[in-house]
T-cell receptor, first 112, second 115 residues
Framework: GQNIDQPTEMTATEGAIVQINCTYQ??????LFWYQQHAGEAPTFLSY????GLEEKGRFSSFLSRSKGYSYLLLKELQMKDSASYLC?????????????FGIGTKLQVIP | DGGITQSPKYLFRKEGQNVTLSCEQN?????MYWYRQDPGQGLRLIYY???????QKGDIAEGYSVSREKKESFPLTVTSAQKNPTAFYLC??????????????FGDGTRLSIL
């Protein structure tokens, strides 16, 4: 089966750095995605990791350790607009359909 | 601009009624997906399709049906057999070529409630 764990909620201060963790146990591994979802809106793609290491995209970075089944999303210089849910999603299989399994999401609240 | 359009944004279902949620994409994507999102739960896959006239059940297909008569369109019918249909429904699509890093693109969702 597939199991993805994320903290349910986090709070951080504007201007600070926050790290959102994701651990996974899946029957295979073919990549991990992070999405951002504002309340009542569609998820939007943030990052993709398939090899170990850090991927940086502006204020957002994502890290993967395949041997540990672990990833984190790092948000720097937090802004109020970063208040959203952050979804970790794992693609267990290679091949067609590109199916992914989503975690429950981490609701981040940025406070002044 | 290319994207995914879901309609309606809000939908109400009466007892014993079937309702259909629309999903159209102009991204020329091969694969399309329907997810259900409930509070405190992750996105759960209902149905997915790779090509026209082919689709597969996801993790929670009972009480739902789909069709894929055109590449651009993947409507979802919530039947009266689905006893707990109140949820936020999201349609997504992705390109199957270009490697495994292709993300899914989502529509704005349809919020379904029971009257």
């Amino acid at each position: 089966g597939q199991n993805i764990d994320q903290p349910t909620e986090m709070t951080a201060t504007e201007g600070a750095i926050v790290q959102i963790n994701c651990t996974y146990q899946t029957s295979g591994f073919n990549g991990l995605f992070w999405y951002q979802q504002h309340a009542g809106e569609a998820p939007t793609f943030l990052s993709y990791n398939v090899l170990d290491g850090l991927e940086e995209k502006g204020r957002f970075s994502s890290f993967l350790s395949r041997s540990k089944g672990y990833s984190y999303l790092l948000l720097k210089e937090l802004q109020m607009k970063d208040s959203a849910s952050y979804l970790c999603a794992v693609r267990p299989y290679s091949g067609g359909y590109q199916k992914v399994t989503f975690g429950i999401g981490t609701k981040l609240q940025v406070i002044p | 601009d290319g994207g995914i359009t879901q309609s309606p944004k809000y939908l109400f279902r009466k007892e014993g009624q079937n309702v259909t949620l629309s999903c159209e994409q102009n991204l020329n994507h091969d694969a399309m997906y329907w997810y259900r999102q409930d509070p405190g739960q992750g996105l759960r896959l209902i149905y997915y399709s790779q090509i026209v006239n082919d689709f597969q059940k996801g993790d929670i297909a009972e009480g739902y049906s789909v069709s894929r008569e055109k590449k651009e369109s993947f409507p979802l019918t919530v039947t009266s057999a689905q006893k707990n249909p109140t949820a936020f429904y999201l349609c997504a699509s992705t390109n199957l070529g270009g490697g495994s890093g292709q993300p899914q693109h989502f529509g704005d969702g349809t919020r379904l409630s029971i009257l």
